[in-house]
């Protein structure tokens, strides 16, 4: 048995591996990724220039000093389960394994909210996360007819990385609400406690308008037949051979709502659920920790001092030290995390997360096909929410098990049923939380 296993080796699980190693616990760090990084931090350089270096120098120490921890990390590692003690079930090189550990620490980091508009299911259209998940692993730069359309930081700052590496963007959609700027401008004196992130956005947003035309509204379809071959905005027509799609992101909580008796709460500003946690991140299920992003958006800066904080949270429970040195440890570092989410609640109310379509023919789930018309009849049918949703049409049964369809069907399903979005309860998951080989399960007790 470890001490600590950690899942996720972006900064919140890079962080807690090095506090825990630090403070003497033995750790086990997965991740599906074949390094560590994260998203933020994928390939992260110590040399880096150009829009994003700054985050990209913290990733480079992050990593450098993970791999002087002493953690063991396991790349390529894909967690499907995880059961009272805790007992965390993984698969490797296609054969499953277990793990028990005294504490778990989870930091799967957010996904990225989809964005649906008429045609967004065509070949050639994909979200902006994907877009710079490519050109971090592989250098992929957009090239010919590509638009952006959505709203939010990472749409500009993809937009200024691909800018900088050489990429061609035809024309960005930016499809924020123009009146949000004055229900955000009195958060703004509290923003301005940590400016960092408003002067980033602000150079980023600058390099963009310099080089690519940008347009404002809503209203945008994707056009084509077997694949993308045009947009339309407000009624123009343009051409496009990609379209990448964006607006902002949310926790990911797929593993943390299959763990019975875990609470989850609906965060208002975010509109999206997040697990309870108290100050050091446990959770309501003994032995289980969460930290970063996957339990409210935050930042990659403040997700590192949340994984730092829980590793001294865990360190205190496994009787390492008392709970005075662990409020000495700790106290200087949730000081700096409040600072580092100062920002939130300027940029959550600037970037409210956009409706989604009224169209009936708007595709909603896209493994199973599932439009706001059908569930707008089957809440008029007398279904009551998301998990009954299931049984009517499907919806959230597919590949991705509602891990992008969750927040729009939970959101169509709370307007059907003119019912607060706090009221509808969240989509109930299962393990195995990925795809399992009866091969993989084999492996297993051997």
């Given at each position: 048995?470890?001490?600590?296993?950690?899942?996720?080796?972006?900064?919140?699980?890079?962080?807690?591996?090095?506090?825990?190693?630090?403070?003497?616990?033995?750790?086990?760090?997965?991740?599906?990724?074949?390094?560590?990084?994260?998203?933020?931090?994928?390939?992260?350089?110590?040399?880096?220039?150009?829009?994003?270096?700054?985050?990209?120098?913290?990733?480079?120490?992050?990593?450098?000093?993970?791999?002087?921890?002493?953690?063991?990390?396991?790349?390529?590692?894909?967690?499907?389960?995880?059961?009272?003690?805790?007992?965390?079930?993984?698969?490797?090189?296609?054969?499953?394994?277990?793990?028990?550990?005294?504490r778990i620490i989870l930091a799967p980091?957010?996904?990225?909210?989809?964005?649906?508009?008429?045609?967004?299911?065509?070949?050639?259209?994909?979200?902006?996360?994907?877009?710079?998940?490519?050109?971090?692993s592989a250098g992929l730069v957009p090239?010919?007819?590509?638009?952006?359309?959505?709203?939010?930081?990472?749409?500009?700052?993809?937009?200024?990385?691909?800018?900088?590496?050489?990429?061609?963007?035809?024309?960005?959609?930016?499809?924020?609400?123009?009146?949000?700027?004055?229900?955000?401008?009195?958060?703004?004196?509290?923003?301005?406690?940590?400016?960092?992130?408003?002067?980033?956005?602000?150079?980023?947003?600058?390099?963009?308008?310099?080089?690519?035309?940008?347009?404002?509204?809503?209203?945008?379809?994707?056009?084509?037949?077997?694949?993308?071959?045009?947009?339309?905005?407000?009624?123009?027509?343009?051409?496009?051979?990609?379209?990448?799609?964006?607006?902002?992101?949310?926790?990911?909580?797929?593993?943390?709502?299959?763990?019975?008796?875990?609470?989850?709460?609906?965060?208002?500003?975010?509109?999206?659920?997040?697990?309870?946690?108290?100050?050091?991140?446990?959770?309501?299920?003994?032995?289980?920790?969460?930290?970063?992003?996957?339990?409210?958006?935050?930042?990659?800066?403040?997700?590192?001092?949340?994984?730092?904080?829980?590793?001294?949270?865990?360190?205190?429970?496994?009787?390492?030290?008392?709970?005075?040195?662990?409020?000495?440890?700790?106290?200087?570092?949730?000081?700096?995390?409040?600072?580092?989410?100062?920002?939130?609640?300027?940029?959550?109310?600037?970037?409210?997360?956009?409706?989604?379509?009224?169209?009936?023919?708007?595709?909603?789930?896209?493994?199973?096909?599932?439009?706001?018309?059908?569930?707008?009849?089957?809440?008029?049918?007398?279904?009551?929410?998301?998990?009954?949703?299931?049984?009517?049409?499907?919806?959230?049964?597919?590949?991705?098990?509602?891990?992008?369809?969750?927040?729009?069907?939970?959101?169509?399903?709370?307007?059907?049923?003119?019912?607060?979005?706090?009221?509808?309860?969240?989509?109930?998951?299962?393990?195995?939380?990925?795809?399992?080989?009866?091969?993989?399960?084999?492996?297993?007790?051997?």
């Open positions: 048995m470890i001490d600590l296993l950690i899942l996720g080796a972006g900064p919140a699980g890079m962080a807690a591996a090095i506090e825990a190693s630090r403070l003497g616990l033995s750790v086990q760090l997965l991740d599906e990724n074949a390094a560590p990084g994260g998203q933020v931090h994928r390939n992260a350089r110590a040399d880096a220039r150009g829009p994003g270096d700054i985050q990209a120098h913290a990733g480079a120490k992050l990593m450098a000093e993970l791999a002087a921890s002493g953690a063991d990390c396991v790349y390529g590692a894909t967690l499907w389960a995880i059961e009272p003690g805790p007992t965390a079930f993984y698969s490797v090189n296609g054969a499953a394994r277990r793990v028990e550990a005294k980091g957010a996904t990225e909210r989809a964005l649906p508009i008429p045609g967004w299911t065509l070949p050639g259209v994909m979200g902006v996360g994907a877009a710079q998940t490519l050109l971090k090239q010919g007819e590509v638009w952006i359309a959505g709203q939010g930081p990472l749409l500009w700052l993809y937009a200024a990385q691909a800018l900088a590496k050489g990429g061609r963007i035809a024309g960005i959609l930016d499809m924020s609400d123009p009146g949000a700027w004055r229900r955000a401008v009195w958060r703004l004196p509290c923003a301005l406690r940590k400016p960092r992130y408003l002067m980033l956005g602000l150079s980023w947003m600058r390099a963009v308008t310099k080089a690519v035309p940008v347009h404002c509204g809503r209203a945008i379809r994707a056009l084509g037949t077997d694949r993308l071959e045009a947009i339309e905005i407000d009624g123009v027509r343009h051409a496009a051979d990609t379209l990448l799609l964006h607006d902002g992101v949310v926790p990911n909580t797929q593993i943390t709502r299959a763990i019975q008796g875990l609470r989850h709460e609906w965060n208002e500003a975010q509109r999206a659920f997040r697990p309870v946690l108290d100050e050091y991140g446990h959770t309501s299920v003994a032995g289980v920790m969460v930290a970063g992003d996957s339990g409210g958006i935050g930042g990659a800066w403040a997700a590192a001092l949340s994984g730092r904080i829980a590793a001294i949270g865990a360190a205190c429970d496994l009787g390492l030290f008392g709970v005075e040195q662990r409020d000495a440890l700790a106290g200087p570092l949730m000081l700096q995390r409040g600072d580092e989410l100062a920002p939130r609640g300027f940029l959550d109310t600037l970037y409210a997360p956009l409706p989604v379509p009224a169209a009936a023919d708007t595709i909603l789930c896209r493994c199973e096909e599932v439009t706001r018309g059908t569930i707008d009849n089957a809440a008029q049918l007398g279904c009551l929410g998301v998990n009954q949703l299931k049984a009517f049409t499907r919806a959230g049964m597919g590949a991705c098990q509602g891990r992008t369809c969750h927040p729009l069907i939970h959101a169509a399903m709370a307007e059907a049923r003119h019912a607060p979005a706090a009221d509808m309860e969240a989509m109930r998951t299962r393990f195995p939380t990925k795809p399992l080989t009866i091969g993989e399960l084999a492996a297993l007790a051997e």
